[in-house]
C-alpha cells in the first residue's frame, strides 16, 4: 500500500496497526520528493539525515507506548523556510539570510518535534513571505503541481506544494494577509490560519508581527485540527500569544452545521471574482444551506479599504523587522572598510525588488510628517475592519466566500505588484481583524483547484474546522489529487 497523497489521519492508523513503519513513510517522502521536486520546487533545504534519526526515534515511541504517541508520530513534514530549527539553514526565501543557520527552534517546531515529527526538510517561499505567487523567492520560483507552468500562490508556496505533489501529508507555513490559505486554494490543499495569538511566532522570522500566524497545510481539515492541536497554546515567549485555554478541535469536529447561521459578506462576491470561481463557491454555498445551514446575506463596507490598509501596516512592520539584516548579525556580509559602505552593499545586494519596495513604502508612512495620514490612519480603518467582522458575527456564526478571485494564474503573469496585492483582497482583511479562516478545496475552474474560505470569531478556530470539515466530508473535493500524485499512486 502506498501512502504517498495520503492523509495524516491515515499514517497514523497504519503506524499503529504495524502497517507500515517511520522508516517507510519516510522512505516513501523521498522517494515521492526525487521524482518531482525537480519540476516542482517546492524545498529549498533538505534534511533526510536528521529525518532518519527523527522516524527511527519516532520507532521507539510507537513501540514502547502506541497509545501514548501523538498523531503525528513518526509522520513527515515540511517547514516553511521563515521558521527556525536549530542548525539547520533557513533563508526566508533571501539572499540576505544566506548561510544562517539558527542557534535555536521556535516553538511551533518544537512542539512538532516534541511530537515525533520527522522534518524532511525547508520549503520555498517569497522572500521574507512577502507575495503571491512564490516568485519573489531569491532561489527559485515552485510550479504549481496542477500545471507546471503556473504557480502555486504565495508566500508558502513550497509548503503548499509539497503537499499537493504528495511529499508529504502535511506541512507548515505563515500567513500574514493570506500566505495559507491562498496557497492552499491554488494548489487545491487545505490550509488553515489560526486566530492571531494562538500559535507562538517564537522562532518565526518575522514580517509583519501583528498580522503574522503559523498554522498547517494537509489534504484535509482534519489533519489540519490535529496539527493545529499540537502547536496551538500560549508560549511566554511570545508576548502575543494568548494565555487563554486552547479548545479542542477534535471534539466538535464532526458536530455538523444544521442550524448554524452562515454569513454570505457580498462585498466578497464583487467583479474581480473569475467566473469559474464564483461558480463553486456558489454551489459550494448551496451544499451548505442543503446540510441544515441557513445562509445570510452580511456586508462587510469597509473591505474596499483592507487592501490599502494592509499595505500601510504591513510595510510598515516589515521596515522596522528587517532592519536588523545588517550584515552584522546575521547570514550574509558584503565586505567593506568603511562600515556605512558595508551596511548599503550587503542590503543592496541582499535584498530582491519586492522587499525594498516595501522597506521603503513602510519608511515612508512611518516618517514624521507622513505616520498620520497614513500609518494612524490606518491603524483606525483597521479597527473599524474588525469592528465590522465583530457585528456580523453577532449574526451569524461563520461567514462562507472563496479564498482567492482567481485560480492559479501563468509564471510571470503578474509583474505589475498592484495585480499580484490583489490576489489576497479576500484573505488579508482576515488577517487585520486576527480571526481563523480555513480554506478548503471546494470545485475545479478550468482544470484547476478553487478553493473556499470559511472565517470564524476571534478564538473560535475549532469552529472554523466544524464547518469546512462538513462541508468537505458532504463533497469529496479533498479527494482529488494532482497529477503528480496520481502518476505515482
Ligand atoms: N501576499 C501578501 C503580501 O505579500 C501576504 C503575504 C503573507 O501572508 N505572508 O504581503
Not at 501523538?70 to 539570510?97: Q, Y
Not at 489533519?223 to 508560549?235: K, M, Q
Not at 441544515?292 to 501596516?313: C, K, M, R
Request: with cysteine; hydrophobic share 40%.
Amino acid at each position: 500500500m502506498s501512502f504517498t497523497g495520503g492523509t495524516v489521519a491515515a499514517s497514523a492508523a497504519a503506524l499503529r496497526e504495524g502497517g507500515v513503519s517511520p522508516q517507510e513513510l519516510l522512505a516513501e517522502a523521498r522517494a515521492q520528493f526525487e521524482r518531482v521536486d525537480a519540476e516542482v520546487g517546492a524545498v529549498l533545504t533538505q534534511t533526510w539525515e536528521l529525518a532518519e534519526r527523527q522516524a527511527a526515534d519516532a520507532q521507539r515511541r510507537l513501540r514502547e507506548d502506541p497509545g501514548a504517541a501523538s498523531p503525528l508520530c513518526g509522520i513527515p513534514v515540511a517547514l516553511k523556510d521563515v521558521l527556525c530549527l536549530e542548525g539547520v539553514a533557513c533563508t526566508a526565501g533571501s539572499r540576505i539570510l544566506e548561510g544562517f543557520h539558527p542557534p535555536y527552534t521556535g516553538t511551533a517546531v518544537q512542539r512538532l518535534l516534541d511530537a515525533g515529527a520527522v522534518v524532511i526538510g525547508k520549503t520555498n517561499c517569497d522572500e521574507f513571505a512577502m507575495g503571491s505567487s512564490t516568485e519573489n523567492s531569491a532561489y527559485r520560483p515552485v510550479r504549481n503541481p496542477w500545471d507546471r507552468s503556473r504557480v502555486p500562490g504565495g508566500s508558502s508556496g513550497g509548503s503548499a506544494a509539497a503537499v499537493a505533489a504528495g511529499m508529504v501529508p502535511y506541512s507548515l507555513g505563515t500567513d500574514t494577509g493570506g500566505s495559507i490559505r491562498q496557497p492552499a486554494a491554488l494548489c487545491g490543499v487545505v490550509g488553515f490560519k489560526p486566530t492571531y495569538g494562538r500559535v507562538s511566532r517564537y522562532g518565526l522570522i518575522a514580517f509583519a508581527s501583528s498580522l503574522d500566524q503559523i498554522g498547517p497545510f494537509a489534504h484535509t481539515v482534519e489533519d489540519c485540527a490535529l496539527v493545529y492541536s499540537a502547536i496551538a497554546g500560549h508560549d511566554p515567549r511570545d508576548s502575543t500569544s494568548s494565555p487563554t485555554a486552547v479548545e479542542d478541535p477534535m471534539e466538535t469536529l464532526r458536530g455538523g452545521i444544521a442550524g448554524m447561521r452562515l454569513g454570505v459578506p457580498h462585498e466578497y462576491f464583487g467583479e474581480g471574482l473569475e467566473p469559474g470561481v464564483r461558480r463553486a463557491v456558489e454551489e459550494a454555498l448551496r451544499v451548505l444551506e442543503g446540510m441544515g445551514a441557513t445562509l445570510d446575506e452580511v456586508s462587510l463596507p469597509s473591505t474596499g479599504a483592507a487592501l490599502s490598509t494592509y499595505y500601510i501596516i504591513a510595510p510598515a512592520e516589515c521596515s522596522s523587522n528587517l532592519a536588523r539584516y545588517d550584515g552584522i548579525r546575521f547570514g550574509m556580509r558584503k565586505e567593506h572598510d568603511a562600515l556605512l559602505q558595508m551596511y548599503l552593499d550587503t542590503r543592496g545586494c541582499g535584498f530582491g525588488a519586492e522587499v525594498k519596495r516595501r522597506i521603503m513604502l513602510g519608511t515612508y508612512a512611518l516618517s514624521s510628517g507622513y505616520y498620520d495620514a497614513y500609518y494612524r490612519k490606518a491603524q483606525k480603518v483597521r479597527t473599524v475592519i474588525a469592528e465590522e467582522f465583530a457585528a456580523a458575527f453577532e449574526r451569524v456564526d461563520a461567514l462562507v466566500c472563496a479564498t482567492s478571485p482567481t485560480v492559479a494564474f501563468p509564471l510571470a503573469a503578474r509583474e505589475d505588484p498592484l495585480s499580484m496585492y490583489l490576489c489576497d483582497v479576500l484573505t488579508l482583511p482576515v488577517n487585520l481583524a486576527g480571526l481563523p479562516g480555513v480554506s478548503l478545496p471546494c470545485g475545479m475552474a478550468d482544470g484547476l483547484p478553487v478553493g473556499l474560505q470559511v472565517i470564524a470569531p476571534r478564538f473560535q478556530d475549532a469552529r472554523a474546522l466544524r464547518v469546512a470539515h462538513a462541508y468537505e466530508q458532504a463533497t469529496g473535493w479533498h479527494r482529488a489529487r494532482s497529477p503528480l500524485v496520481e502518476a505515482t499512486a
